[in-house]
């Protein structure tokens, strides 16, 4: 895996400690989404850190689904996520799903309750939260908390058993009403929900909460190290009160670390979820959504992601990374690889009027320009060419050092050209302008007593592919986007975060183009074939730009 080296961080420093001591001698650890949505950048974070880990440390990383909400989740995500686990370079031995664990964990349900540990509370859910208190009062005792184990025992079978509606009863663990930390006051830790789950169907009309079930499914499974995001925090103390009061097969310990925040886009997956629904985006895989998906269609490299990751690094302090940080490491990763060529986005037809009607050139091309050993290509040149539309001006200022009327510039990998008339289309626009060609200045030489600066890439008309380009920029206007109360984004979204051109013309040699190469489009970005894309209609998405153009516009305006 060409990754960057993983470094260390203080999770890494703390497993090095438990190695020496001899704390552990294998090193577990497990990544965890709840399948109910697709993974985006800010799970590639706890990907890396948990399987790259297990890897590095020649230990196991489980991908463990934490399926404990019958209602929100879907077989269909589970896929994804594998699929999504394995693009980022990473191998899958274990998969787990918090649901295999439903028996043992109902069993030490009845540990917790025969220990006098856990109730089971028939207040309704306003009443406990009513009674749970506040940050500055203590909460209130339910009057079932002091009911006899017994009477709890028969209880919770007939929770079970199907006897209650949905909240008309729950099991609480039996910890302190008057803790400062309010998740460990009595927290609910199995509920009722006569509702089908997708794997277990309707064995079960009680369910474990999430506390409940991931510490003691880290204990189950022997995880050494439960690496979570600083949230959960303030549920350690429940989280290890679980571990110290039921007779566990290990002592898993939990560390947390900064969740990833990236700038201009939203990782909550309910956010991303309406974005979807409400059609803003075309799928969980639309290049502009921050999911792995979106991120793979759009061209970006397993590496790449990896590499952003490893420079964010693993800390517990809080901050919003930039984008740049993401578009620099994919172009880190493809410069070096990818393969050179000329497109031309919005074209502006020339005509080369010294040049012999009829006759074609042979070029043959460098396909990279630092590396020889990428070979090379033959790019045919004729009378009649495409060069950008911006690379002309009519009335071109003094540092333009492009094409104007009378003026010169080289056409990349050929000679210099000089501007000597315009066609008008109907609506006064130029349509096509008429150049001379100077053949003394093939292979590279300057005009006579005078030098050309600009090089432009252009494309040969006679043979040119005709495809579309999908640019893509950031899904959002602000850094830190506010939904509305419903999730909804009224303001904030970018307008153009995709720009849509249809006529771009790529030259001859990428009619076979191959559909998993990633190209840099000379001039432009790096672009490679959308999943759309057929042999009759390519398509090919930006990547990302050569430079980063947010960033002029930031300094501008300063
Ligand atoms: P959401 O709030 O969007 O639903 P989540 O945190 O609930 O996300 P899970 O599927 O429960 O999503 O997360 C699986 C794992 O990925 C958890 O360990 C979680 O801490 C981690 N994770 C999720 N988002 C991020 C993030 N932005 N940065 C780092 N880790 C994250
Ligand atoms: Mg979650």
Known sequence: MSDQSAGTNFIRQIIDADLASGKHTDIVTRFPPEPNGHLHIGHAKSIWLNFGIARDYGGRCTLRYDDTNPLKEDEEFVEAIERDVRWLGYDIDRVAHASDYFDQLYEFALEL????????????????????????????????????????????????????????????????????????????IYRIRHHNHQRTGDHWCIYPMYDFTHGLSDAIEGVTHSLCTLEFEDHRPLYDWFIDNLTVPSRPRQTEFSRLNLGFTVMSKRLLTRLVDDGVMDGWDDPRMPTIAGLRRRGFTPASVRNFIASVGITRKDNLIDMLALENAVREDLDPVAPRAMAVLRPLRVIIENYPEGETETLEVPNHPKNPDMGSRPVTLSREIYIEQDDFMLDPPEKFFRLGPGREVRLRNAFVIRCVGLELDESGKVDTIRCKYLPE????????????????????????????????????????????????????????SLEVLGNCKLEASLALAASETRYQFERLGYFWQDRDSTRDAPIFNRIVTLRDSWAKIDSRNN
């Open 113 to 188: 309750i025969r220990k006098g540990l856990a109730y089971v509370d028939s207040l309704p859910a306003d009443r406990i939260r009513e009674f749970r208190g506040t940050l500055t009062e203590p909460g209130r005792n339910s009057p079932d908390r002091d009911n006899s184990v017994e009477k709890n025992l028969a209880e919770f079978e007939r929770m079970r058993a199907g006897e209650y509606a949905d909240g008309e009863r729950v099991l609480r663990a039996r910890i302190d009403m008057a803790s400062p930390n309010i998740n460990m006051r009595d927290p609910v």
């Open 441 to 496: 200045t093939r292979s590279g030489v300057q005009p006579e007593g005078r030098r050309v600066k600009g090089i432009i890439h252009w494309v040969n008309a006679g043979d040119a592919v005709d495809v579309e380009v999908r640019l893509y920029d950031r899904l959002f206007l602000e850094a830190v986007p506010l939904p509305d109360d419903e999730g909804r984004f009224s303001r904030d979204l970018n307008p153009d």
